[in-house]
């Protein structure tokens, strides 16, 4: 039976102790993944790093890590290709040491080129990237290039598939509330849809993103450019909706990692892992 684990993007609001100590936390409220954010830069040290990787081993929690925003690897400044590409080595040395499977990144902006151009432009840097990764030794980490929300961004769902598939230690990270910002509210609405998705990244990509599919979820606004921000899941007036995408996700039965980006971290990861277990209930699942 595949598994699905909830948990958040970042140390948890209700929680006020040290970061090595989140895992335990996460256990004692039901959750069972965590996504250290390293969003402004790669700060923890190694050793804290090692300690919070024993403990979420220790408590079942399943790591990840979401590299620097500062990453443009499809820059026409080689300088910004250079100092994102340390930062994203930086990022699989920390996964590295806490146990993360999987360093999630924004892999860049089109800006004055063509998406082709850019597209070019980042894997190349990426493979550079995964060179360097392999001769360190990192072994165990995947490089998850996740689907961005905004139309000036590199990373519709088409690019993070090629990326994958050009790429051996890439593999799509699929943010549904992305996907559906930069559709402006036309992908991830019905549960064949979703299945598309999910049947895409499986055929296209292959068994390297199902162990397990790591994605984002929460309720997002979005303006005629895409994303706008984040909003929790409570909200009546914006999508996508839940209940959709986690129907979808039983019926593929796929091993899936979800990580709530609502600005109510933990507490919609609760939601979300509530209605998991009801639906599961009414499947048979």
Request: charged fraction near 30%.
């Amino acid at each position: 039976m595949a598994r699905i684990r909830f948990g958040p993007a970042g140390k948890p609001i209700s929680f006020k102790g040290p970061m090595v100590k989140v895992p335990q936390f996460l256990r004692s409220i039901g959750l069972d993944a965590f996504e250290y954010e390293a969003v402004r830069g790669v700060r923890i040290r190694k050793e804290q790093a090692e300690v919070l990787g024993n403990e979420a081993e220790k408590y079942d929690i399943a790591m990840s890590i979401h590299a620097p925003y500062f990453i443009n690897l499809s820059s026409n400044k080689e300088e910004t290709v250079e100092k994102s590409k340390r930062r994203l080595v930086e990022a699989a040395k920390a996964a590295y040491y806490m146990k993360a499977k999987i360093v999630v990144f924004h892999p860049g902006y089109y800006l004055k080129y063509t998406p082709e151009e850019a597209y070019a432009r980042a894997l190349r840097a990426l493979k550079e990237v995964e060179e360097e990764i392999k001769s360190l030794g990192l072994k165990n980490v995947m490089l998850g290039a996740e689907t961005t929300g905004k139309k000036s961004e590199l990373g519709s769902l088409d690019e993070v598939i090629r990326l994958a598939q050009e790429v051996d230690l890439v593999v799509p990270v699929i943010d549904w509330a992305h996907i559906y910002a930069r559709s402006c509210g036309a992908m991830v609405t019905t549960i064949s849809n979703v299945l598309s998705i999910i049947e895409r990244v499986e055929k296209e990509v292959g068994k390297k993103a199902l162990k397990p599919l790591h994605t984002h979820f929460s309720k997002i606004i979005f303006k005629e450019y895409g994303e706008k921000e984040h909003v929790v899941l409570s909200s009546k007036e914006h999508g996508p909706d839940f209940e959709v995408v986690c129907r979808a996700l039983l019926e593929a039965g796929v091993d899936t990692v979800i990580i709530s980006e609502s600005p109510v971290l933990e507490q919609d990861a609760l939601v979300m892992k509530k209605i998991y277990e009801k639906l599961k209930k009414e499947l048979g699942k």
